[in-house]
Nanobody, 122 residues
């Protein structure tokens, strides 16, 4: 069973920074992509950033130049550095994984974490 657990959310001031972490567990040997989405109540979930196992990255237009995604393969962890935060960045941030392969040969096509709340307010 693959699990994704996010941490690092909280309250930040406009212009401030936060770092989110997502730890993937479950004897993972490979994955196609890991990333972050966010959602505000009443709105569609929005792609924030993604990273492939090879290290290629992609960002949503609203966060380009402000957020940075990275991974630590040894720790099975991805990070999202949020900088120059704006009130409109307030949302629940979800970690997700695509085509995660485990040591027992199973492939999990899509896995989501439980989310962590980021609030940007003065």
């Amino acid at each position: 069973q693959v699990q994704l657990v996010e941490s690092g959310g909280g309250l930040a001031q406009p212009g401030g920074s936060l770092r989110l972490s997502c730890v993937a567990s479950g004897n993972i040997v490979d994955f196609a992509g890991l990333g972050w989405h966010r959602q505000v109540p009443g709105k569609r979930r929005e792609m924030v950033a993604g990273i492939t196992s090879g290290g290629s990255t992609v960002y949503g237009d609203s966060v380009k130049g402000r957020f940075t995604i990275s991974k630590d393969k040894d720790k099975n962890t991805i990070y999202l550095q949020l900088s120059t935060l704006k009130p409109e960045d307030t949302a629940v941030y979800y970690c997700n994984g695509v085509r995660i392969v485990t040591a027992d040969g199973n492939t999990y096509n899509e896995v989501w974490g439980q989310g962590t709340l980021v609030t940007v307010s003065s």
